[in-house]
Antibody
């Protein structure tokens, strides 16, 4: 069974930093593109970033470029999102998600990030 | 960026009746290289992550009930629930995955009338 388990969410001050992690199991992690997708409270889905199977390509939504960094460790079956210069509008549930190519097939349960003073 | 526009924002349908959700992309999501539309549909119930229902515009994911069907090509797509069941009450999103940034429609809320 595919499992994606996020951790690292919490309350952070505006301008602060946070690192999200995602532990993957039940599938061959190194064969999948991985993504972070977020959902602000009561709002729709917003794709944040993705990373190629071997980590050689990364893509970001414009609003997080230069502030967020996606990375992966295929030996540890883990995905990370380093977030800095956080803003109130980054408040959301962040989902770890993956699949073949750009198709998102599997999702974690999400971790809540709240940016507030 | 490819803008995805869903309609309606919400719809209420009687149990057993048909529900249709529309999705329009700002430019074609059809790949001539792969002969495939890079369009997916997701279902999200309250407090849960999204669940993939349909990909390649019309291919149901394994295990998804056959009352769910996707159609369309190029820029115009639809998700149809042929006979609405109580457990289908949810938000539904379309998404293009032909190019980054991946983009979602705004969502359609399906309720029981």
């Amino acid at each position: 069974e595919v499992q994606l388990v996020e951790s690292g969410g919490g309350l952070v001050l505006p301008g602060g930093s946070l690192r999200l992690s995602c532990a993957a199991s039940g599938f061959t992690f190194s064969n999948h593109w991985m993504n972070w997708v977020r959902q602000a409270p009561g709002k729709g889905l917003e794709w944040v970033a993705n990373i190629k199977k071997d980590g050689s390509e990364k893509y970001y939504v414009d609003s997080v470029k230069g502030r967020f960094t996606i990375s992966r460790d295929n030996a540890q079956n883990s995905l990370s999102l380093q977030m800095s210069s956080l803003r109130a509008e980054d408040t959301a549930v962040y989902y770890c998600a993956g699949g073949q190519g750009f198709l998102i097939e599997n999702w974690g349960q999400g971790t809540l990030v709240t940016v507030s003073s | 960026d490819i803008v995805m526009t869903q309609s309606p924002d919400s719809l209420a349908v009687s149990l057993g009746e048909r529900a249709t959700i529309n999705c329009k992309s700002g430019r074609s999501v059809f790949s001539t290289s792969y002969n495939e539309n890079f369009l997916a549909w997701y279902q999200q119930k309250p407090g849960q992550p999204p669940k993939l229902l349909v990909y390649s515009a019309s291919t149901r994911k394994s295990g998804v009930p056959d009352r769910f069907s996707g159609s369309g090509s190029g820029t115009d797509f639809a998700l149809t629930i042929s006979s609405l069941q109580a457990e289908d009450v949810a938000l539904y999103y379309c998404q293009q995955y032909i190019s980054a940034p991946l983009t979602f429609g705004g969502g359609t809320k399906v309720e029981i009338e």
